[in-house]
């Protein structure tokens, strides 16, 4: 079932779930819905105390489905809400750490039935290095359930309504689809978004290191791009793009490589030589792009020399 965020009591307990880890190592280790309970199972445990909800960290790629295998182990409602709006790498890039809410405690769990709880960490960054740290060493691959929230807070710092939105993209692209016209054009009609570089994977270079998987991907243009190249660093989900050594995007908008002619997105783990691809921007969650939320996932926190220029009219 999925539930509204306005039906939750202020005092519901919600577990916000995530799979931690590589993208790359998903390719070859599917997740395990027994798995992904067994972290919410073993938060009841420590806390004890019953979820009334479980909610997604991130509705942007397939942790987007946690909360529904979750619910499907459990019979748990699953939150139209997210943390993020789209996916970011690490814990404090969230909008509750954003809004400086308690980052502990933190359950982890494998496929090895390993199971670590992290009952009290110092701030969001050192629950980030911590059990970055674990999931390494169980082999980048590990279920998660965040710190718990109450209905109160998901409510006020929680970036709501997002599995509406995901699931009315995707079907604006299947219409699309059926009445033959361009889906890409589709999204970011649908979306509000921009329309950056079409063209075609030239060159990706990436590596899976300290549980994340970081690299560059180059594009060279086609049709009204030819002539120029696109470029964009990525680690787990995209953060900067160039064209032709100009900044053109930037996190926390939302920098999504489309397949050119289905509309399908493409992750990081996914880029290959010569894809024929679109890249397009999407506007962030206002929470993001507020001074604290650049602190928080402006280009400087992910070690980039730039400021914050939005595509949609918002600076920083």
Same mark, same amino acid.
């Given at each position: 079932?999925?539930?509204?965020?306005?039906?939750?009591? +202020?005092?519901?307990?919600v577990?916000?779930?995530? @799979?931690?880890?590589?993208?790359?190592?998903?390719?070859?280790?599917?997740?395990?819905p027994?798995?992904?309970?067994?972290?919410?199972?073993?938060?009841?445990?420590?806390?004890?105390?019953?979820?009334?909800?479980?909610?997604?960290?991130?509705?942007?790629?397939a942790?987007?489905?946690?909360?529904?295998?979750?619910?499907? /182990?459990?019979?748990? *409602?699953?939150?139209?809400?997210? @943390?993020?709006?789209?996916?970011? *790498?690490e814990?404090?890039?969230?909008s509750?750490?954003i809004?400086?809410?308690? *980052?502990?405690?933190?359950?982890?769990? +494998?496929?090895?039935?390993?199971?670590?709880?992290?009952?009290?960490?110092?701030?969001?960054?050192?629950?980030?290095?911590? %059990?970055?740290?674990?999931? @390494?060493?169980?082999?980048?691959?590990?279920?998660?359930?965040?710190?718990?929230? @109450?209905?109160r807070?998901?409510?006020?710092?929680?970036?709501l309504?997002? &599995?509406?939105?995901?699931?009315e993209l995707?079907?604006a692209?299947?219409?699309?689809?059926?009445?033959?016209? +361009? =889906?890409?054009?589709?999204?970011? +009609?649908?979306?509000?978004?921009?329309?950056?570089?079409?063209?075609?994977?030239?060159?990706v270079?990436?590596?899976?290191?300290?549980?994340?998987?970081?690299? $560059?991907?180059?594009?060279?243009?086609?049709?009204?791009?030819?002539? %120029?190249?696109?470029? &964009?660093d990525? !680690?787990n989900?995209?953060?900067?793009?160039?064209?032709?050594?100009?900044?053109?995007?930037t996190?926390?908008?939302?920098?999504? &490589?489309?397949? %050119?002619? $289905?509309?399908?997105?493409?992750? $990081?783990?996914a880029?290959?030589?010569? !894809?024929? /691809?679109?890249?397009?921007?999407? =506007?962030?969650?206002? /929470?993001?792009t507020?001074?604290?939320?650049?602190?928080?996932?402006?280009?400087?926190?992910?070690?980039?020399?730039?400021?914050?220029?939005?595509?949609?009219?918002?600076e920083?």
């Amino acid at each position: 079932m999925l539930m509204q965020p306005e039906a939750l009591a +202020d005092d519901a307990l919600v577990a916000p779930v995530s @799979t931690m880890g590589a993208p790359l190592v998903g390719e070859e280790r599917l997740k395990d819905p027994a798995v992904a309970a067994l972290a919410v199972q073993q938060m009841e445990e420590y806390l004890g105390r019953s979820f009334d909800a479980v909610m997604s960290l991130e509705i942007g790629g397939a942790n987007s489905f946690q909360p529904l295998m979750v619910a499907a /182990v459990t019979g748990l *409602p699953v939150l139209d809400a997210d @943390t993020m709006g789209r996916a970011y *790498p690490e814990a404090q890039h969230s909008s509750f750490a954003i809004g400086d809410l308690q *980052p502990y405690p933190l359950t982890l769990a +494998d496929i090895r039935e390993n199971a670590v709880v992290v009952s009290r960490v110092a701030s969001w960054k050192w629950m980030e290095r911590i %059990s970055r740290k674990v999931c @390494t060493e169980v082999g980048s691959m590990a279920a998660t359930c965040k710190a718990p929230r @109450t209905g109160r807070e998901v409510k006020e710092w929680g970036v709501l309504h997002t &599995v509406t939105q995901a699931i009315e993209l995707g079907r604006a692209v299947l219409d699309a689809r059926a009445a033959k016209i +361009d =889906p890409v054009e589709a999204v970011v +009609d649908h979306a509000g978004g921009r329309l950056l570089f079409r063209g075609k994977v030239i060159d990706v270079s990436r590596r899976a290191t300290e549980g994340f998987l970081r690299g $560059t991907a180059r594009v060279a243009g086609l049709d009204e791009d030819r002539n %120029s190249e696109l470029r &964009v660093d990525f !680690q787990n989900e995209f953060t900067v793009a160039w064209i032709d050594d100009e900044v053109a995007a930037t996190v926390p908008d939302i920098i999504c &490589v489309l397949d %050119s002619t $289905t509309g399908d997105a493409i992750g $990081t783990e996914a880029l290959r030589y010569g !894809q024929r /691809v679109s890249i397009i921007g999407l =506007p962030a969650p206002e /929470v993001q792009t507020t001074p604290k939320g650049l602190q928080h996932v402006g280009p400087r926190a992910f070690g980039y020399d730039i400021d914050f220029r939005s595509l949609f009219g918002v600076e920083s």
